[in-house]
């Protein structure tokens, strides 16, 4: 298990390990406006929901690769869907803006 942010979606707890090249290389561009902080997880469901569900889905699957995307589907939900980003990127190393609007380090 590759450690990382945990989060409850539906019924199940998923260790949420930083994200890999594969998701960052389909989704560099909404990954980088992710990591500049300038975009809200509700916004960001309305104008890139496929990226954004496939980033979420391909860095569970380092973790649970028997999860499927239908599986995920019926996990996520617009309750979870922000603590969903926010484990994707605290993996990552990136935490919750600050009151300035930067996205803040990962607390060792």
């Not at 954004?52 to 699957?61: G, H």
């Not at 589907?73 to 919750?96: R, T, V, Y």
């Amino acid at each position: 298990m590759i450690p990382g942010k945990e989060v409850k979606l539906g019924d199940r707890t998923f260790t949420m390990p930083p994200i890999p090249f594969l998701a960052l290389k389909k989704h560099k561009a909404l990954l980088a406006r992710m990591i500049q902080g300038d975009v809200d997880p509700v916004k960001l469901f309305e104008t890139d929901f496929d990226g954004l569900f496939d980033c979420v889905y391909l860095t569970l699957k380092r973790n649970y690769p028997a999860l499927t995307e239908e599986e995920l589907g019926a996990l996520m939900d617009l309750a979870n869907l922000k603590d969903a980003i926010g484990a994707m990127m605290g993996g990552a190393g990136f935490e919750e803006k600050s009151a300035s609007g930067e996205p803040q380090p990962a607390k060792s």
